[in-house]
């Protein structure tokens, strides 16, 4: 379809950097020239003007939760520092800086066409501009009216609570997040599923169980302090780049960084900053890892086991600490001491002196940072992974106190917002209270659905209506098949969104699916607010948009939710309409989401501010104690299958290997901006990232094409590239990799284990 002559994607805004070359040699460093070569490109493009006006606009950064600009300027951070703007941010802007689509495209092409889209093919058709829907037996989306739009949701919404449902990712304004959860809790429902369902739940699951609070104990200005950084699970120099800015800033004062990684990530071993110019261009970057601990996928309960074993063992621990502040810590000491150093050693695939090296580093620093992603949450004892860190954390005094701490690093650019403002299945006791009597109804304790739970529930036929407020639901899931069939269930769904997918083509309803194009965070009419992985919240400015309202009619979030909410309640018991006026959220979410009382004055003060109650300085959490509660966690059980196990005989050529599903740097989750990763050596989408060991003992060769398998699917002509990856261990990309696995989740999280997915390559 790409090649068709009238396509329209040529006249999109120039998004991508030319493909890299497979023959070149990969990066040394991460970040660095391509990095700059990338802004170079992108800022004297035309829409460059347009592009600095948007990077200057007082507004938070569209893509990761760092979190970068706000009512300082557009390039300053949280502890006011100058150029904090990355790559990353630049990509998001120009991509919401597209033309609108053109006219007739909905009616030239039909869903079976737009079904053949690639997912950066589909970011490309350019800005949504008006609603659409797709009807039963219809082969085109077609243009319809907001008026007839609120006409259907009103219908659509009138469903028993436990039949609709809602899911979010985090890009919205935290007045639009508080608003749609209002909305599900005005009607009775609690099915607010979120994308943290399928990211950082577990942190938020564990961390609130450990301290009281689920979110980072750690500011900006808190993580200058610190003397080591223990780096879990994290590509941060992809998917966080500026946080690589406070790693070589600890580096040069004489700081320790341990990294735990089965993928030798070279960013994390060396990077180049544009905000170390000197540094990025002459001597290819700064030292970031001070020690990179490969282990087994997985097996980061063991590794953590180990290392309090060994702090025990070389007498680092803070026994007097752990007796004043903690709970719990007797059972998690003898649970360490009584782990073998073999089966530590045989689960995690580390050697003792590694790990003992490790806990020296940890044991003699004064204050450590432990800070993690996706390679500890998205595991099935995702849970059991964020108290093993935790535990590591408080035997060695590392919480509550400046410059250490645990820190989920989070993902999507306001996901921690939409928690704080309610859209969870698991609301707090004292929001649940405070909605109540906002509400003049006790809030249901109907327990809601999560996203795996609410796939699970479609699948079933127990959903008639579904609002997405931005995400990709569709593609964020595993085995996509069942995603789609689930969705196929679903009578009506809504999709809320500023760019197409590739959900809004495959993800379609049983009757009706709905396109609705909103203006994105630094186009609002209004002011709105946005809240940090670091909790600090910072207010974004009101904007315009580039398209004309004769080309495009884009309505706000907020607007769009309290007509709905307007058309189902009238003014009771809250005035919906007034709240089109956002300082009147903000009202509602002083009175009910603590530690945001300050959110009342922002609008008067326009001081943005750091949540109370969650950056712990004193050893003293918010448990009901006081104290943090510590929590044995049991060693993980990794086994293989075998080829059988696929289908695939012990003869043939080929290999079982655990397969970690994750985002090359140009990408920002399922939506694809580049085709290739550098930093990894990966020259396009269809590749998998093996050891050459491996690859040699399956008989098998760098960049033959194979088959890999995984328990519900498969996909063939996949290349293979020998990479720095751990013997076992092999890497593909998400959302294409979805297809292949069901994927256990987390008990307690309902996070899927999209890291340890085991998977046969072999050739037929
Ligand atoms: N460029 C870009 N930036 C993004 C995003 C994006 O898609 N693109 N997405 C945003 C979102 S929503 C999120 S959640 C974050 C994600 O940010 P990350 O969590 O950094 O991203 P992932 O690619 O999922 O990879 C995590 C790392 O975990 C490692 N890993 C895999 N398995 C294990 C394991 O068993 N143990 C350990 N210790 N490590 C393991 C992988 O090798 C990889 O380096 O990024 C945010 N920022
Ligand atoms: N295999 C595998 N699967 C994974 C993961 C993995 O590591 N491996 N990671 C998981 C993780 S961490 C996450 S967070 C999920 C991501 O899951 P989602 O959040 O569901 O997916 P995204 O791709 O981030 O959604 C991007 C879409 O949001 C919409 N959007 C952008 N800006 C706005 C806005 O301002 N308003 C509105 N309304 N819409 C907007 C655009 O239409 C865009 O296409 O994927 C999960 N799935
Ligand atoms: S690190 Fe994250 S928040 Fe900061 S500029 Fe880059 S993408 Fe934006
Ligand atoms: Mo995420």
Known sequence: MNNSPDFDVNR????????????????SAGGGLPVIQYWVEKTLTP????????????SACLSCAWGTGGQKGGFVNEASEYLQRCAKSVEAIASELQPAINREFFQKYSITQLQQLTSQECDRLGRLNYPLILRTGASHYSRITWEEVFQIATKAFQQPAQRIATYSSGRSSNEAAYLLQLLMRSLGSNNLADCSDLCHAPSTVGLKQVFGSGTSMVSLESLKESDCVVLVGSNAPAN?????????????????????NPQIEIGLVKFASPAFPIKSLLKGGSDISTLYLQLIPGSDVALFIGLQKSLIEQDLIKKDYLASYTDGWQEVINYAQQTSWETITNTSGLSIEEITAAAYLIGTSERVVFAWAMGITQHSNGVDNV?????TALITGNAGKLGAGTMPIRGHSNVQGFGSMGVTVRLKEEIKQALSQLLGHPVSETPGYDTRALIEAATEGKI????CLGGNLYAANPDLKQAKFALSQIPTIFYVATKPNLGHFHGLAQHQTLILPVFNRFENPHQTTTES???????NDPGTSHLQPSEAELISEVELLTEIAHRLHGESPINWRKLQDTSYVRELIAKTIPGYQKIATIDKTQEEFTIEGRIFTQPKFATSSGKAQMFVTPLPQLNLPSKTNFGITEESTGIVLILGTGRSYGQHNTVVYQQGDKYRGMPHRHCILMNRL?????????????YVKGDVGELDNIEIICGTIREGAAFMFYPEANILFSANS??????PAYKRVPVCVYVK
């Open 746 to 751: 987390d008990r307690r999280s309902g996070t």
């Open 464 to 467: 008639d209506t579904l609002l």
């Open 47 to 58: 829409t460059g003007l347009k592009l600095w006006q948007t990077l200057n606009h007082k």
């Open 533 to 539: 992985g670091n909790n600090f919240v910072r207010l």
């Open 694 to 706: 491996d690859v040699q003992n399956a008989g098998l060769q760098e960049h033959q094409r194979v």
């Open 240 to 260: 966080h780049p500026r946080l690589m800015n406070e790693l070589i800033k600890l580096r040069q004062r004489n700081g320790k960084v341990i990294i735990i």
């Open 12 to 27: 999109a805004v120039e998004l991508v950097e030319t493909q890299p070359n497979d023959n070149e040699s990969h990066p």
């Open 387 to 391: 108290f093993s860190i935790a535990n």
